[in-house]
């Protein structure tokens, strides 16, 4: 079965972390790139970073920038997204997604509408 599946959300206490995993089965994320989006409820759907598996390019959006990790693990065919200090601005369902398309020549965006194949999220609560 050809799917992405999210783990590692979680109840975080305010400036904890989270390591989330992205996991694909049936299908190899080598040459692809990978975009986490997050939606809270009554807000639009925010793309927060993209990971080329290529060559480990990664771009994140603002709120990110200083405060979030990216990391792969090719034997597991997984992506990590670890985020530290969050705050009460991150509570969301977390998604990873890919286009599966071949990454190898070309960047990734941090648009999760160019990236359409996607797992099912991980909750991310934060609260003390």
């Known amino acids: 079965q050809v799917q992405l599946v999210e783990s590692g959300g979680g109840l975080v206490q305010p400036g904890g972390s989270l390591r989330l995993s992205c996991t694909a089965s049936g299908f190899n994320l080598s040459i692809y790139a990978i975009v986490w989006f997050r939606q809270a409820p009554g807000k639009e759907r925010e793309g927060v970073s993209c990971?080329?598996?290529?060559?480990?390019?990664?771009h994140f959006t603002n709120s990110l920038e200083v405060r979030a990790t990216s990391s792969k693990d090719q034997a597991k065919n997984a992506v990590y997204l670890q985020i530290n200090n969050l705050n009460t601005e991150d509570p969301a369902v977390y998604y990873c997604?890919?286009?599966?398309?071949?990454?190898?020549?070309?960047?990734?965006?941090?648009?999760?509408?160019?990236?359409?194949?996607r797992g099912q999220g991980t909750q991310v609560t934060v609260s003390s």
């Open positions: 990971f080329s598996m290529t060559d480990g390019t990664t």
């Open positions: 997604a890919t286009d599966r398309l071949d990454h190898r020549r070309s960047d990734c965006t941090v648009d999760a509408k160019n990236y359409p194949f």
